[in-house]
T-cell receptor, first 118, second 111 residues
Framework: EAGVTQSPTHLIKTRGQQATLRCSPI?????VYWYQQALGLGLQFLLWYDEGEERNRGNFPPRFSGRQFPNYSSELNVNALELEDSALYLCASSLLRLLQTKSNEKLFFGSGTQLSVL | LAKTTQPISMDSYEGQEVNITCSHN???????ITWYQQFPSQGPRFIIQ???TKVTNEVASLFIPADRKSSTLSLPRVSLSDTAVYYCLVGSLNRDDKIIFGKGTRLHILP
């Protein structure tokens, strides 16, 4: 069974440009989460999508946005890139569904997209 | 999600047993405790999950006391490849929750 896949592996952009990062969840998973991890720091929660809808977002400006497609894959868009956006962007998927209160779901992460803003 | 507190870093030697404790005083009745491992430039990987008492798998053991206000991840006979950051998550996932990772514990295994 294929794991969570992310593309591209590396992305180099300049300030002011836009970046698009993609994530394919594990087959059957409907929830996708995005995290930002700057060098040497912890994971910062960005966005959570489930069943095609944005369910929650972290404390990031609106220039961080995304969407989830009918096949549950997801895209993260970062507009007007700034130098401090340079980080590893991680996507995770789970079987958790909205309104499901089951507590023991696990997250499965991809290997991430390393975004460098010059 | 319940707030968790872990040591920032730990050092140990190859072949030793390593125990990493996580405090979660406001754990809720429905909450599970989940541990993840992260190597540099990779996504975290699930290690073990439990609700109470003891859970063991091929990688680690998880000890949870009766009050569930803390938990201890035990790694038997560590090797250099166990050098990583370990995160403890406590939660009951629902639509209002953001799955927040703490700072984790940076474990450094020495030869």
């Amino acid at each position: 069974e294929a794991g969570v896949t992310q593309s591209p592996t590396h992305l180099i952009k300049t300030r002011g440009q836009q970046a698009t990062l993609r994530c394919s969840p594990i087959s059957g998973h409907t929830s996708v989460y995005w995290y930002q991890q700057a060098l040497g720091l912890g994971l910062q929660f960005l966005l959570w999508y489930d069943e095609g809808e944005e369910r929650n977002r972290g404390n990031f400006p609106p220039r961080f946005s995304g969407r989830q497609f009918p096949n549950y894959s997801s895209e993260l868009n970062v507009n007007a890139l700034e130098l401090e956006d340079s980080a590893l962007y991680l996507c995770a998927s789970s079987l958790l569904r909205l309104l499901q209160t089951k507590s023991n779901e696990k997250l499965f992460f991809g290997s991430g997209t390393q975004l460098s803003v010059l | 999600l319940a707030k968790t507190t872990q040591p920032i870093s730990m050092d140990s030697y190859e072949g030793q047993e390593v125990n990493i404790t996580c405090s979660h005083n406001n754990i809720a009745t429905n909450d599970y405790i989940t541990w993840y491992q992260q190597f540099p430039s990779q996504g975290p990987r699930f290690i073990i999950q439990g609700y109470k008492t003891k859970v063991t798998n091929e990688v680690a053991s998880l000890f949870i006391p009766a009050d569930r206000k803390s938990s201890t991840l035990s790694l038997p006979r560590v090797s250099l490849s166990d050098t990583a950051v370990y995160y403890c998550l406590v939660g009951s996932l629902n639509r209002d929750d953001k799955i927040i990772f703490g700072k984790g514990t940076r474990l450094h295994i020495l030869p």
